[in-house]
């Protein structure tokens, strides 16, 4: 029972362009979602949150997009640099305890 | 400051071997967390501690598997009797907020030991 989906495995965009990642969940008592970025053999690393009060989330170049009534969760990055290629996790909670995560998307940022 | 530091980044062990994981967590943290991640899947929960006290350990596989965090501070993973299976990367996260507790909850990964059981 997969309660967080990513469905896309992999994603490559160009420099300077707009990068969307995207997370589907399909319960509805999360009330906390997060992204992580995970550069190989590191942890993965805190990027941005939003609380399920809020609709969209801003900090410098990322943003995060919350869609409740279809329980859909967006990342976008603009403009895009390569030093964000790396794996992308969302990850939800509810109650702020345990955090469940998506599969991980690779994205790739071309010169 | 320091992050989350795990011990030892790598293990291999012979099946059949009790092995110990050590975390030590962001100081003044209250929460600590351990995940399992498989390649390519993202971190799977295992069992979680406010201070010393497990509030959950829903996600530990079976009872060869435990945690103790006997003064809220440091955490040690035990897997007794090791098994193939057991092979993945373990990783421990704290958050400063109580789980449950009001405010932004963000966990903060370490670095993770890797555990072969040949």
């Known amino acids: 029972d997969q309660q967080v989906k990513q469905n896309s495995p992999s994603l490559s965009v160009q420099e300077g362009r707009i990068s969307i990642l995207n997370c589907d969940y399909t319960?509805?008592?999360?009330?906390?979602f997060l992204w992580y970025k995970k550069y190989p053999a590191e942890g993965p690393t805190f990027l941005i949150s939003i609380s399920s009060i809020k609709d969209k989330n801003e900090d410098g170049r990322f943003t995060v997009f919350l869609n409740k009534s279809a329980k859909h969760l967006s990342l976008h990055i603009v403009p895009s640099q390569p030093g964000d290629s790396a794996v992308y996790f969302c990850a939800a909670s509810q109650g702020a305890q345990k955090l469940v995560f998506g599969q991980g998307t690779r994205l790739t940022i071309n010169p | 400051g320091a992050g989350v530091s795990q011990s030892p980044r790598y293990k291999v062990t012979k099946r059949g071997q009790d092995v110990a994981l050590r975390c030590d967590p962001i100081s003044g943290h209250v929460s600590l967390y351990w995940y399992r991640q498989a390649l390519g899947q993202g971190p799977e929960f295992l069992t979680y501690?406010?201070?010393?006290?497990?509030?959950?350990k829903s996600g530990l596989p079976n009872d060869r598997f435990s945690a103790e965090r006997p003064e809220g501070s440091i955490s040690t993973l035990t897997i007794q009797r090791t098994e193939q299976r057991d092979s993945a990367m373990y990783r421990c996260a704290s958050s400063l907020i109580p789980s449950g507790g009001a405010g932004s909850y963000e966990q903060y990964f370490g670095p993770g030991t890797r555990l072969t059981v040949t």
């Open positions: 319960n509805s008592m999360f009330d906390y």
């Open positions: 501690f406010n201070y010393e006290a497990q509030q959950d």
